[in-house]
């Protein structure tokens, strides 16, 4: 059986990454794509590849990502790597933009979303936090965070504010049900 493409979304800040990592950490059926983003290696946060535009372009040109967007002035893309894991049965969990949704589930046959929320003072306090958004930024991205999902697009929704693994063991319950 193939495995799952499973789309975790939300609002800059919400922790995306932090409850994918942990999610990995916990269940060895999760792998975590990789993505490229059009911005410097070394500017913190996730672990991604970072490439400039003409090699973002080039790279998609070749047909070497399965699945690409634009977002607060970057590219990102997922490789085309993901379907290895894919055919081997593992669910594969990506960082997406809420916007690349619609074009996800058309990429993906077996396709999930999990969608993050948190209360507005947590997501401000962890933007700033981060360090890589200037005040304005940080209100830019505080302003979109209530965008919903695309009409089209069922979703696991988990609040994070609160402790991650309590936001982890509640999406993997979701994820993996135990069967009585």
């Not at 690349?100 to 401000?124: C, M, Q, Y």
Request: with cysteine; aromatic share 4%; proline share 4%.
């Amino acid at each position: 059986m193939r495995g799952r493409f499973i789309a975790v979304v939300g609002p800059s800040g919400v922790g995306k990454d932090s409850v994918m990592q942990a999610m990995a950490a916990h269940d060895p059926r999760i792998v975590l794509a990789r993505r490229v983003i059009t911005r410097p290696s070394d500017a913190g946060g996730e672990d991604f590849d970072g490439v400039t535009v003409s090699e973002f372009q080039a790279r998609a040109d070749s047909g070497a990502f399965s699945l690409s967007w634009e977002a607060h002035g970057l590219h990102y893309a997922i490789p085309a790597a993901v379907n290895t894991p894919l055919q081997e049965g593992c669910d594969v969990l990506a960082n997406l933009s809420r916007a690349a949704l619609l074009r996800a589930k058309d990429s993906f046959t077996r396709f999930e979303v999990i969608n993050l929320t948190a209360d507005h003072d947590v997501l401000a306090a962890r933007l700033a936090a981060r360090g890589r958004e200037t005040g304005s930024q940080i209100a830019g991205r505080l302003k979109r965070a209530n965008v919903g999902l695309p009409d089209g697009i069922e979703a696991v929704h988990l609040d994070n504010s609160g402790p991650l693994e309590q936001t982890v063991q509640a999406a993997l319950d979701r994820l993996y049900p135990v069967k009585a």
